[in-house]
C-alpha cells in the first residue's frame, strides 16, 4: 500500500515536470520570462466556438514536440474565451482575459498569437495557419529578431 502511494507520487510530479502549463496571468508570465530570459508566447483562443483555435491546439500547441520546446524556450500564456455556459470562466480569471484583450488583441481575432519580449512588448503577431510544429516554432521564433 505504502510502495503504491510512493509511485503514485512520483508518477504525478513526474508528470508535472515533463510539460509546462499554460499561464493565466501576465506578471506571473513576465516574471517568468525574466526569470529564464524567454520570450512569452500569448494565444487568445475561443476554446469551444473556434474551429481554427482548436486546429491550432490540435496541429501544433499541443503535440509533444512544441511543448518540449516551449518548456526550454517560452512562457506560455493563453487568454480563453470561451462561449458556452458550461465552460465559462470564474470571473477574476474572465476581467484578467478581458484586459490582456484590450491591451493586445484589439480587433478580437481568434485565434490570435502574440509573441511579447520579457517585459510585455510586442515582437510580433500570428494565427493560425496549415502548418507543422517546427515550422510553426520556427515562425514564433522569427519574431525575436
Known sequence: ?????????????????QSQDW????????????????????VFKGSD?????IKLDRE????????????DHFVLLEADFPKRKKN??????????????ARYNKRGVF???VVLSKDGK????????????EAYISHLESFKG
Open 49 to 53: 466556438w473556434c474551429a481554427p483555435c
Open 111 to 113: 485565434p490570435f498569437v
Open 122 to 133: 510586442v515582437l510580433g503577431e500570428t494565427g493560425y495557419f496549415k502548418t507543422t510544429p
Open 1 to 17: 500500500m505504502k510502495n503504491s502511494l510512493l509511485l503514485g507520487v512520483f508518477l504525478f510530479i513526474s508528470l508535472s515536470i
Open 88 to 101: 465559462a470562466l470564474p470571473d477574476d480569471l474572465q476581467k484578467k482575459n478581458n484586459k490582456l484583450a
Open 60 to 71: 501544433v500547441l499541443s503535440t509533444e514536440y512544441f511543448r518540449s520546446y516551449a518548456k
Open 23 to 42: 499561464l493565466t496571468d501576465l506578471d506571473e508570465a513576465k516574471a517568468l520570462a525574466s526569470q529564464n530570459n524567454q520570450n512569452i508566447i500569448l
